[in-house]
């Protein structure tokens, strides 16, 4: 009677649940958990819920149950609250971090079991949870994990916020710091990434870290005290770093999330996500959704560096290079401070190929065939890599829009995913008016301001004004010097610092505490 009571008083059984996993029981009289009390519990493949799996429980802590305890007994008296179900295809991890990821994915706004079992119909036999399924089973298949209907619905209703930047305090003198910082990219991924890195350990430098930029080939036995993965999805998935892959590692870490919430490149990094120490997004909506289930989480939008580009004596001899203005070629002709009206290339894009933007270039193909344009549409979808013949688009971007009057930004898809890298680091930065579709709000830049917004539809009228009009001209100069003032605002780049440096005490405290 004792058990009965327990297990009722905790919420331990879920009778549907039992009575499916168990078909030999659907006809017997005795009522579900009077057959677990008295029988099941004894029995090694009878299980009570769906979060805990009496064999693999056993076995984990098979030296510590008494030969006559029953395991679930022992797991309600020692374990309770943590998830004991199997570990799907993830064996390399520990159970408790799989269980951590399963309780805050359960939570995570953009996720939801009702979705998960409607886009996954195969797994209504399953005996896990959801949930649990999507993590242990899901992730690793490459399953579809939310729903895009979800998403839109949730970052819509950010649509209409105007969330503002509030400089913090500076960190305290004796706030705890690692002594060494280190912070990751997969050397075969995209050179973007590296771009952030570079950009993390810049920043980090700056408040004194021993801040350093590490790959995946740097050994273990050289692990930096605190360690930033940066594109978890990346990292991890390209060859040499599963030594990387580990629940101690990850559990201590920082991941660095640069993907949108809807790609399939989201989900498929998502568990190094929910097993992180916290997590540094460029999104920021994304870390309310990732503080709301406990991961400390920082919006980063560092000030970036508007330094000219230096173009080296290889690229000069690239087609990309060759096909410039004769004006873009010249030695002094990349220069961040030029004002818009001496630039020779009125518009530029960089981007890959998406059925979105096919549209968009193909229906103001003739428009566009008007103007002195520099457009690098991709079609390959395998990284951008700083070596080979791609090298050059590491620096080319950045070049060009040095020389543009305007940089276009037209979104992959549908989702208004605030593009910083295109929109701040590659075209603001650089001196060229950004013209973008609507993009999500973000505390430091302002439509109107910093960038402008318009319809695909009607960007070209909005580009022929900008360009052909003296209110136009007027207007993409003050947009081009409101940045530059920004940009320059020494003030604003040293909170931005003590933004990042209070944050990363913060985790290493908790990481430390918790070694």
Known sequence: ?????????????????????????????????????????????????????????????????APDEPSFLHYIRNNLGHDYSDRGLLEKFDRAALSLATQRLEKFPFYSDSDYKTLNRDIETSTLLPHQHAILYGIPEGRTIFSKMRIAEILGMKMDETPTYQPGARPARNQPAPGSVGVFYHTDGNCFIKDIAEDLVAYLQSVGLNATLETEKTPLHAKPDLCLFCAPHEFFFLDGAKHWERDDILGSSIMVNTEQPQTPWFSRGLIYLLMSAGVIDFLYQNVEFFEGIGIPSFHFDPIPDSAPTRVPEQDRSNALFRVLPDDAKRETAGTTQRPIAERSIDISFFGNASAKREKFFTRNAAALAERTCFLYYRKQHDPIRMEGTSEILA??????????????????????????????????????????????????????????????RHMPHLINWLLDTPDGRARAQQIQDACLHLFSDRKLQKSKINDIARFIGTIWQRTSIDA
């Open 395 to 456: 620096r080319m971007p950045f070049y060009v829009a040095e020389n543009s009057k305007i940089c276009l930004n037209i979104h992959r898809n549908d989702d208004p995913y605030f593009e910083w890298h295109r929109i701040i680091k590659q075209g603001a930065a650089r001196g060229a008016v950004v013209v973008t579709e609507d993009c999500l709000p973000t505390p430091l830049y302002r439509s109107g301001v910093h960038f402008l917004t318009e319809t695909p």
């Open 1 to 65: 009677m004792y058990l009965y009571d327990l297990i009722l008083h905790f919420n331990l059984f879920d009778e549907e649940f039992y009575v499916r996993s168990n078909p030999d029981l659907r006809d017997s009289d005795i009522l579900p958990l009077v057959h677990y009390v008295k029988y099941g519990i004894h029995e090694p493949a009878r299980n009570p819920n769906r979060k805990y799996n009496n064999q693999a429980y056993t076995h984990q802590f098979r030296r510590e149950i």
